[in-house]
């Protein structure tokens, strides 16, 4: 007589946790697959009002089921916990996402590059980042109510909402009536790299992606000019720094 085919009633109590956070990773998964193949049916701007939809009643669904399984209130449909923290407490979690991202971002930049070597690591991130970065200013200009063009001054608040605003130091100097500088003066990656004693890692050609298809979505007007980024020499006081105009 053969063994009984093992099923979730025979898991122990940390595996059932282990397999509560695994259906986490495959939801996320699932929903970024599907957002995936609408992009490729519909295109990236058909795909953004789908996902918004979307978004928004698997956002309503899924916090009222967990609210009731986990025993938490909900204020406007926000988690009474969160709500709850203070202000430092929020800082702390903001940042810990933030770099999270950050360090996800590295694995899998590593995973590739171990597997395949840099140049195709490279090209998978310059890709991720032109997609990544244009769904980061959809969702920013979504979050703060950002009219459709917003110009410069839509751009200049979208910057300080990405997740790199909350782990890197950056700044913005006005140079003409249509035009400013952003500069980021402390950056995560290579100030790690710098304490190593490692040369700056040259992201200029993700940077072309990243800021100029973030602008764009921001307000289709903006241009973007890279005034210097590694592996291009730069003065101490940034690492990259960008222009942008109308």
Aim: with cysteine; charged share 25%.
């Amino acid at each position: 007589m053969s063994d009984p085919i093992p099923d979730q009633s025979t898991l122990s109590r940390e595996d059932s946790v282990r397999l509560i956070i695994d259906f986490i990773h495959r939801t996320v998964m699932h929903h970024v697959l599907w957002y995936g193949r609408v992009q490729e049916r519909f295109g990236m701007e058909k795909a953004l009002e789908i996902l918004k939809t979307v978004y928004d009643r698997t956002y309503e669904i899924q916090i009222k089921r967990l609210s009731k399984v986990l025993g938490f209130g909900l204020t406007d449909n926000l988690p009474g916990p969160l709500l709850n923290m203070s202000d430092e407490e929020l800082h702390a979690l903001k940042e810990s996402l933030a770099v999270n991202w950050l360090a996800n971002d590295g694995v899998w930049f590593q995973a590739v590059e171990f597997a395949h070597g840099m140049k195709d690591a490279k090209h998978c991130n310059d890709s991720c980042w032109g997609q990544f970065s244009p769904f980061e200013a959809w969702s920013i200009k979504k979050f703060l109510s950002l009219p459709e063009n917003p110009g410069l001054e839509g751009l200049k608040q979208a910057l300080n909402f990405r997740l790199y605003a909350t782990i890197n130091t950056q700044s913005i100097t006005e140079e003409k009536p249509d035009s400013f500088i952003f500069r980021m003066n402390e950056c995560r990656v290579q100030s790690a790299r710098k304490r190593k004693g490692l040369d700056d890692y040259p992201c200029k050609s993700g940077g072309l992606v990243e800021y100029t298809t973030f602008a764009s979505a921001i307000d289709p007007r903006i241009r973007t000019e890279c005034i210097g980024c590694p592996p291009d020499a730069h003065p101490q006081e940034w690492y990259c720094a960008w222009r942008f105009f109308l």
